[in-house]
């Protein structure tokens, strides 16, 4: 993929950051306990000399235990709700942020925690900053490195929703091709086109 995203342009970038512990030297991971470091840094310096350098890069996570890769030993790459607060708390003001994406909606709808599917505590998270029935975490030190990324997943996920009075929260979708929904962010946020199917709130 590294090849391919130097010589393209790519407006999203969806990066598998789970199951590459081994993928040496590079290993892309979220940096959990037992994980190889966090490397989303690594990611916004290599897409900086490319094509794809105006390109959103969506942090890929497993939406339970056993979704990194089938069985048991793959806990080490889940993100608890409150990790993964963590993790995007301590990324989301990088202008490379684009959101959250997982494997998958199966394993989201089985994975279910205060009421609110994987997925749901995700939403809950990019808009709130805290997982469902949780509170805004404080930024982590957590591990990163410098290191030039090589793979990307091809899911597709991110999450959008409307404020109480019907405004668009931050990160949430505000336009775009095709695009019915609310326009209006909520303040103080604008609606930044980010390619021609999608604008966000930022």
């Known amino acids: ?13 969806w990066i598998q950051f789970y199951n ?3 993928y040496g030297p590079d290993p892309c991971s979220l940096g959990l306990p037992g994980d190889a470091p966090f490397n989303f840094n690594n990611w916004t310096s290599f897409i900086a000399t490319t094509p794809s350098k105006n390109a959103k890069l969506f942090i890929g996570v497993p939406a339970n235990t056993l979704a990194a890769n089938g069985n048991a030993g793959g806990a080490v790459y ?3 709700p409150a990790q993964l607060a963590t993790i995007v708390q301590d990324t989301k003001s990088n202008p490379a942020f684009g959101g959250i994406m997982m494997w998958a909606a199966g394993y989201s709808d089985a994975n279910v925690n205060n009421g609110c599917t994987y997925a749901q505590e995700a939403k809950n998270i990019l808009l709130t900053g805290a997982p469902c029935g949780g509170s805004q975490p404080v930024s982590s030190s957590l591990p990163t490195t410098t290191a ?5 997943a091809t899911s597709t996920s991110s999450a959008t929703g409307s404020g109480p009075t019907g405004t668009v929260p931050q990160w949430g979708q505000c336009g775009g091709e095709g695009y019915t929904g609310p326009t209006q962010c909520i303040a103080p946020y604008k609606c930044v086109a980010q390619g021609e199917w999608w604008s966000s709130c930022q």
């Open 1 to 13: 993929m590294g090849e391919i995203i130097s010589t393209s342009v790519f407006d999203y970038l």
């Open 20 to 22: 590459n512990n081994g």
């Open 78 to 80: 889940y993100a608890t």
């Open 148 to 152: 030039k990324p090589t793979k990307s």
